[in-house]
């Protein structure tokens, strides 16, 4: 038996990369251990890898919270999926992660037996379970395994293999990690913006194809420059040959192709904002939101971690070509002096008035930004007077306000008119008053 684990930033990574053998039919989803409710988790897919998303935000200071565990077996073994369930919750016990939600499949696309288990590295209360020594650790839990299940041992096939070269083994090991990882957390177009980005990874990639000569090789890239051994992809654990390849393209072609799309879309915004940019700054901007730019060879190549994304320029077009960019640049960046605007929909503030305005059309957004010529207090009028009453310039007089302001209720009319004898009254009373007193008369 042979455990061996890959951590990583994106946990959805590793979850694709199972679902998407299980949609192939080259894997099987034999369990989903410890989730809160399990009817949910096994009829919705984006419940399972949401759960294992939200742990990973409990503590972001972790690089690294996504774990993936591939246990193999020898190929003469047979082990059915109860035996497998049992041997990794045993090995996800030992190794600490016996409590944490995680999900196991069952892969059948190699000749040997293996399984897969993906879960996260933090705890419900947000701490990191422990991964120190953790090599040393699963090697010492595959042994208590392989006697207790009565397991072909897998240091005793080492012992035999003695052609082998040591070092080779372990430029293989780095290899297959460095391939796998890259197809578990990212799609891809083509051949070319793969061997694009495992050459930004220390992996070179030849794909031959011919009469003579078919297949893929990989060659680490040591600390002095030198290619090693080539290696076949078929001696991978992730097979990663032409044909498959072009199986795993063919599948996530719908998705790059939106993706390709929402690259171009990104560019052309920020470029959008510049009277002129340097190439510089071009890549700069687009790493502030989280596409990293390479032009390894000539040509650019953009990486998108947090959407497992990876464009090359061919993708995009020819006006999106580093050549037809290399027009575009210039030796100093000048950013466009931004305009606020009011978009439909958004309320706006009125400085003015304090008041709320929603526009509700381009052409009320269009009257927010363009100053105003009438005096300030009408609108404010408006809304209290008819529109015939407000003339400019023209004061408000309470009598005219009587005269366009009816009461409209019985109530309303009732009350004016009592007003209205009582004014008369006290005027006849004063009237009265100033007779009698030109009279000489006294009260």
Do not use: W
């Amino acid at each position: 038996m042979v455990i061996r684990i890959l951590t990583g930033r994106e946990v959805a990574g590793a979850v694709r990369y199972n679902e998407r053998k299980v949609e192939e039919g080259q894997a099987e989803r034999i369990q989903i251990a410890n989730y809160p409710d399990s009817n949910m988790a096994e009829k919705y897919g984006q419940f399972r890898l949401q759960l294992l998303e939200q742990m990973t935000r409990l503590n972001p200071a972790v690089a690294k919270p996504s774990v993936h565990l591939a246990i193999a077996f020898h190929p003469t073994e047979s082990i059915t999926n109860d035996q497998l369930r049992q041997i990794g919750s045993e090995v996800m016990t030992e190794v600490g992660y016996g409590r944490q939600p995680y999900l196991m499949y069952r892969h059948d696309d190699t000749r040997h037996p293996h399984i897969h288990i993906v879960s996260v590295s933090i705890d419900p209360d947000g701490c990191k379970i422990s991964d120190k020594f953790i090599r040393n650790r699963l090697n010492q839990i595959r042994n208590g395994i392989e006697q207790r299940h009565g397991l072909i041992q897998a240091e005793g096939i080492v012992r035999h293999r003695t052609s082998i070269n040591a070092k080779e083994e372990k430029h293989e090991q780095a290899i297959s990690t460095v391939v796998e990882r890259a197809l578990e957390n990212f799609t891809f177009g083509s051949v070319d913006s793969l061997r694009q980005y495992l050459q930004m990874q220390g992996v070179v990639m030849k794909a031959m194809a011919g009469r003579s000569k078919t297949g893929v090789t990989f060659q680490a890239v040591e600390k002095s420059g030198i290619l090693t051994r080539p290696i076949a992809a078929s001696k991978l654990s992730c097979k990663p040959t032409n044909k498959r390849l072009a199986t795993m393209f063919a599948s996530q072609a719908e998705r790059q192709t939106k993706g390709c799309n929402d690259v171009a879309a990104i560019i052309e915004q920020r470029m959008s904002r510049y009277e002129s940019i340097t190439e510089t700054e071009y890549k700069a901007t687009l790493q502030q939101i989280g596409v990293q730019v390479s032009d390894r060879g000539g040509v650019y190549l953009y990486v998108q971690e947090r959407a497992g994304l990876v464009v090359s320029e061919d993708e995009l077009g020819s006006a999106l070509s580093r050549q037809a960019l290399l027009t575009r640049f210039s030796e100093n960046t000048i950013r466009k002096s931004v305009q606020p605007k009011t978009e439909v929909g958004q309320p706006h503030l009125n400085q003015a008035t304090g008041e709320s305005f929603k526009p509700e059309s381009p052409a009320d957004s269009n009257l927010l930004s363009t100053p105003s010529k009438q005096p300030q207090d009408k609108p404010r009028l408006k809304q209290l007077l008819p529109e015939s009453f407000v003339q400019p310039h023209q004061p408000a007089i309470a009598t005219t306000v009587e005269k366009v302001i009816e009461p409209k209720t019985k109530e309303e009319k009732a009350s004016r008119g009592e007003a209205q004898e009582k004014v008369l009254l006290v005027e006849k009373s004063k009237k009265d008053k100033k007779n009698r007193q030109k009279k000489g008369l006294r009260l």
